[in-house]
């Protein structure tokens, strides 16, 4: 199983931007979709954004299309989420996820923080 760690998160006002970080250790993500997914105070956990093995494919949650970027650098064992035109409603702790071919995702980081003032 691999084991992710995220990082980059942090306060920053509206309309700004900020780099989310997931390195990934322990076991290769090799073949792996890789997922980011958020959760905002007293709500459910949501998805963000997913990027394939290659990096040439990504879906995006229809709030936060356009706005945020997905990318990973395979080499580096790292998968970003590049946030910009931030909106106080994207506050929320910030999860990257991993799914094994042919499964869900079943790894999990231990979240960042995210909060946009307004």
């Known amino acids: 199983q691999v084991q992710l760690v995220e990082s980059g998160g942090g306060l920053v006002q509206a309309g700004g931007s900020l780099r989310l970080s997931c390195a990934a250790s322990?076991?290769?993500?090799?073949?792996?979709?890789m997922g980011w997914f958020r959760q905002a105070p007293g709500k459910e956990r949501e998805f963000v954004a997913l990027?394939?093995?290659?990096?040439?494919?990504?879906n995006y949650a229809d709030s936060v299309k356009g706005r945020f970027t997905i990318s990973r650098d395979n080499a580096k064992n790292t998968v970003y989420l590049q946030m910009s035109s931030l909106k106080p409603e994207d506050t929320a702790v910030y999860y990257c996820?991993?799914?094994?071919?042919?499964?869900?995702?079943?790894?999990w980081g231990q979240g960042t923080q995210v909060t946009v003032s307004s």
């Open positions: 322990g076991r290769t993500f090799t073949n792996f979709r």
């Open positions: 990027v394939r093995w290659t990096g040439g494919t990504t």
């Open positions: 996820a991993a799914a094994p071919p042919g499964t869900t995702f079943v790894s």
